[in-house]
């Protein structure tokens, strides 16, 4: 019988985050991952931000396939044909090092993974886990569908990704709510690298990211995305499950128009759809946090809901996570102590003391917000929208009856009480 | 609009395991008879699941991105049972 320090499932950054940090440390890991490759599953935007993976692996930018670092970043609120929104791009971003790039999480992945198997970790791909072995409450290894498939540990850290189906089976937490969970599609469409820097203004290396909400949603909470990358564009739309079952609109419909979008369109002309992707995003918040730590296992990244929905932050988070929980593993093991639930408390406070937490805590209120007020979604991009439309259009009419009608325009759609009522709501959940 | 999925699903790759698909309808009856609103007919990214014209639903996992979705969407019934394909099977992404 095989018996390990660790057992880490999954190798996305949660994992991987988690299996390095163990083994840098002395520990014996095994980390498990079902696809072919470390990555093969996996789908992102896709931004990484630079300061997780850097205290974890400091010399990061020399080696992984990193495809542009981030110089502007343009915010749009979407109504059928028109936009509006800002823009901000700074020489301050061009300086490195660079905070955040564009990244293919396929190809990430299978580096980051490299680097960890460096570490001394034993990887073995292409083996589903499916299920815990319990001891008692205690888990104490996991059964693959492998022959012969059962292996101990003194710890398993689940990693498994926003399904999180291990520890469901093993009665941790409940099925995800609709509520809780966003589906995104997205696609890769490719274009020749300089179309890239013309159409966005950038140099080599340079990229451009835009986050829009909007009636591309068509009334659903959620959001849209473009991000540059080197030789291709990816582009794709998220609604929360809870609204598609409701709507009845097919993903992939919502991402044809969105593509077909007059500010969109021209963007993305020519380009080769060579990949169409789609996976959930737990964005549930803390509410939605199910519990984090039991007799010998833990759970890091979206398997955990660590995702910050409003700054479209995971993959940081699930670097982090596994970061903590591997440290928290490290110290209980130097001093002598068991993986008891009581022991691995200390993960929660190191958590609390993280960004993680504290984000998390800010924003705790946002989820519920937005699903309670769908208004954000259709009435305000479309006001904001005819605004625009109405103080631009130049037709003999003077600026102050334009903003007149721009304020009637508002009132009507939304009473005054329900305008003020939104702002209070949005700075409550913002605060 | 229009939109052929069978088309973008032709980009990607998978490794089928022939005969052995990894989420399964428990009982067939329910989404002909219950469940009216048939909810993973539309919401399923890569229309795996298809209502047919006579008020069954089937289902063909080929195409599935394995997102989950069908799973958790059908909350009213509970009729979808959902694994992970085996060790190396399924989708197979190139880019993610
Ligand atoms: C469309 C989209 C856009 C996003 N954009 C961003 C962004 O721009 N920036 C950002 O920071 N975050 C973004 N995120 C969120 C980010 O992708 C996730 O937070 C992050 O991938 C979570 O990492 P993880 O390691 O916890 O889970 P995952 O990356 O999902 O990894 C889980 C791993 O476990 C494996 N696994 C699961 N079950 C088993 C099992 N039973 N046996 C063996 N292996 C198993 C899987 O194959 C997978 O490799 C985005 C997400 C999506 C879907
Ligand atoms: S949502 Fe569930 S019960 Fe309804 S048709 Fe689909 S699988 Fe059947
Ligand atoms: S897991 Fe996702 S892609 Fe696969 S059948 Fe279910 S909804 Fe469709």
Redesign the interface.
């Known amino acids: 019988m095989e018996k390990f320090d660790c057992i880490v499932v999954g190798a996305g950054p949660s994992g991987n985050a988690a299996a390095y940090t163990l083994a840098k440390a002395g520990l014996s890991v095994l980390q498990i991952e079902r696809g072919e490759y470390p990555g093969s599953k996996n789908v992102q935007g896709a931004i990484l931000y630079s300061d997780a993976l850097e205290r974890i692996i400091p010399e990061f930018r020399d080696e992984a396939p990193l495809e542009r670092h981030i110089i502007e970043q343009r915010m749009w609120v979407l109504d059928d044909d028109s936009y509006i929104g800002t823009h901000y791009r700074s020489d301050a971003f061009n300086q490195k090092p660079y905070n955040r790039y564009t990244i293919l999480r396929a190809q990430f992945d299978k580096w980051f993974s490299e680097k960890v198997a460096q570490q001394g970790v034993l990887v073995i791909c292409e083996t589903t886990v499916t299920d815990l072995i319990m001891d008692g409450k205690r888990v104490v290894g996991v059964r693959t569908d492998r022959e012969q498939g059962e292996v101990f540990a003194d710890i398993v850290i689940l990693a498994d990704g926003v399904n999180s189906l291990l520890a469901k089976k093993a009665g941790f937490h409940p099925e995800l709510n609709p509520g809780d969970v966003a589906l995104a599609v997205k696609e890769i469409l490719f274009l020749p690298q300089e179309s890239v820097e013309s159409r966005f203004n950038v140099n080599e290396g340079e990229g451009v990211v835009i986050e829009m909400i909007g009636k591309i949603t068509q009334g659903m909470m959620g959001t849209g995305f473009l991000y540059t990358n080197q030789e291709s564009i990816t582009i794709g739309v998220g609604c929360m499950l809870s609204d598609f079952k409701k709507e009845r609109i097919p993903p992939y419909l919502l991402l044809e128009r969105m593509k077909n979008h007059p500010a969109i369109k021209p963007l993305i002309q020519g380009g080769e759809m060579k990949e169409y992707t789609a996976h959930l995003i737990p964005e549930g918040g803390l509410r939605a946090m199910p519990q984090i730590c039991g007799d010998g296992w833990m759970i890091v990244g979206d398997s955990g809901m660590f995702v910050n929905a409003v700054h479209r932050e995971g993959s940081n988070l699930a670097m982090t996570t596994g970061r903590l929980a591997a440290e928290t593993v490290i110290d209980l093991k130097r001093a002598g102590k068991d993986f008891t639930s009581a022991n691995l408390a200390s993960y929660r406070s190191r958590l609390d003391d993280s960004f993680v937490m504290k984000d998390l805590a800010k924003y705790r209120d946002m989820p519920g917000v937005f699903h309670a007020n769908p208004q954000f979604f259709t009435t305000y991009p479309e006001l904001l929208n005819n605004a625009a439309r109405t103080m631009l259009t130049v037709d003999g009419g003077d600026k102050k009856s334009k903003e007149r009608e721009i304020l009637r325009s508002f009132t009507r759609s939304r009473t005054l009480p329900g305008l003020l009522s939104d702002a209070y709501k949005m700075w409550r959940a913002l605060r | ?1 229009n ?1 052929n ?1 069978e088309e ?2 032709f ?2 790759r998978y ?1 089928v395991d022939h005969g052995r698909p990894h989420i399964s309808i428990v009982d067939p009856s329910v989404c002909a008879s219950e469940c009216r ?1 048939q ?1 993973c007919t ?2 399923c ?3 795996c699941y298809k209502a047919e014209g006579n008020g069954n639903v089937s289902l063909i996992t080929d195409g599935c ?5 069908c ?3 059908c ?1 009213d019934f ?1 009729n979808v049972e ?7 099977y ?7």
């Open positions: 609009m939109v999925v973008k699903l980009q990607n490794k609103t909810q539309r919401v990214p890569a229309s991105l394995e997102c989950g979705s799973r958790i969407i909350d509970r959902w694994e992970y394909p085996r060790g190396g399924g989708i197979l992404f190139k880019f993610g």
